[in-house]
């Protein structure tokens, strides 16, 4: 079927809703029989239509703010399935995720655990937590996204665990029942998460010694996505993800095992779809000038990532461009010299991969304009992309 791009309102993003479900329905195929938990994170989209989506799916939520707990909530995500992350709780958020009886509070350090005692004893409730213990974990990916290496703000060091098991003996209000952790993002080296497994089972001889019964393991998100190539299976390889866990993380019967993915659940849905306003010959650069810009994906330009661009209105032979927005910064582009088809004032370029960390990074800088969003469910099979 020929997509009709021109229909369009650019700049707007482009939800495959199919490719969705089918990514959740992978997920679950190879989570589920090995009793695995899986909860996503809120953070790499919170659009409405998709959460919807993905709560139906029977996944749980990772949250890292109040806010994204209301949005749980109402997208219809259960209360018990929402684990909440994040190394600066602020009180409102604590009450909040108190008064729904949230599955877990993934604690960070130790004032965050006193805090979260005294909150809940406030309301003579007895609430759960889990540890996040930085594993010392590179995990090999870009120096900003890599969060389990030493002297990071996330997690608890191991020399604290001692004071903060402590801490914990101490406190009625809080029952530890987990251990959690989260080394980066973008990981697609399955010997990262082989390690982690192996530092994991170290942490649990730890806990074990201590004569802490630890229920719950949660060992976070992080599995990268095919950004080079996007169209040539794009649902991530969670077959060798799963089983990497299965594999080298030791689990007593008892125990249950959590994850939480955000890019790879979301990632390859989402496109923006751009129209070339100008193009501009530069003295040695060939600039092609889009409606959109960093205000709408600013992962070009905050961690220089690469994004594929394809345009699938010119046939034209293929040319060199600089693909740049119309933001006032040096850093709006979305590729640099890359090869595509000839283009003229409104063609239509799609730049793919966007749906994690594109719309919740949006900004309204410049005082950019409202962005549009079409959903694969609303179009007819002839105007799907
Ligand atoms: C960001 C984050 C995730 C999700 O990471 P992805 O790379 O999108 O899978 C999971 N857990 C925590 C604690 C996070 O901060």
Request: glycine letters at 8%; one cysteine or more; proline letters at 4%.
């Amino acid at each position: 079927m020929e997509p009709q791009y021109t229909d369009l309102n650019t700049p707007c993003y482009f939800y495959d809703m199919d490719l969705l479900r089918e990514t959740l329905g992978s997920i679950s195929s190879h989570a589920s029989p090995n009793g695995y938990k899986v909860h996503y994170a809120l953070k790499a989209n919170s659009n409405d239509r998709l959460l919807r989506t993905i709560s139906q799916a029977g996944f749980g939520a990772d949250c890292v703010s109040g806010n994204e707990i209301q949005k749980a909530l109402e997208t219809g995500f259960a209360p018990a399935d929402i684990v909440f992350a994040g190394v600066g709780k602020a009180d409102w958020e604590i009450d909040l995720a108190l008064n729904h009886d949230i599955g877990f509070f993934n604690c960070e350090s130790l004032p965050e655990i006193e805090v979260i005692a005294e909150r809940a004893a406030l309301k003579n409730k007895k609430t759960r937590i889990a540890l996040r213990i930085n594993p010392e974990i590179d995990a090999k990916t870009h120096y900003y996204i890599t969060t389990g290496i030493e002297e990071n703000k996330f997690g608890i060091n191991r020399e604290d665990l001692p004071r903060v098991l402590q801490t914990c003996r101490e406190l009625d209000a809080v029952e530890l029942k987990g251990l959690h952790v989260h080394i980066g993002s973008q990981i697609t080296d399955m010997d990262v998460f082989k390690s982690l497994c192996i530092r994991v089972n170290e942490l649990q001889e730890y806990f074990r010694r201590e004569h802490i019964v630890i229920e719950h393991i949660n060992v976070g998100g992080g599995l990268g996505i095919n950004y080079e190539e996007p169209q040539d299976g794009p649902i991530p390889d969670f077959d060798s993800y799963f089983k990497t866990f299965r594999e080298f993380l030791h689990l007593e019967p008892w125990q249950q095992l959590h994850f939480e993915l955000g890019r790879a659940v979301t990632g390859q849905c989402g496109k923006l779809i751009t129209r070339v306003l100008y193009v501009k010959d530069g003295i040695h650069t060939r600039f092609a000038v889009v409606d959109a810009g960093m205000t709408e994906l600013i992962r070009p330009a905050l961690y220089h990532a690469y994004h594929k661009i394809t345009s699938p209105t010119s046939q034209r032979p293929e040319k060199k461009y600089d693909v740049v927005g119309p933001i006032c910064e040096s850093s709006d582009y979305f590729g640099k010299a890359i090869d595509l088809p000839e283009l003229s004032r409104g063609d239509v370029l799609v730049i793919h991969t966007a749906g994690a960390y594109g719309e919740v990074m949006r900004s309204f800088y410049n005082l950019r304009d409202h962005l549009k969003f079409y959903y694969s469910d609303d179009m007819s099979r002839k105007h799907k992309i």
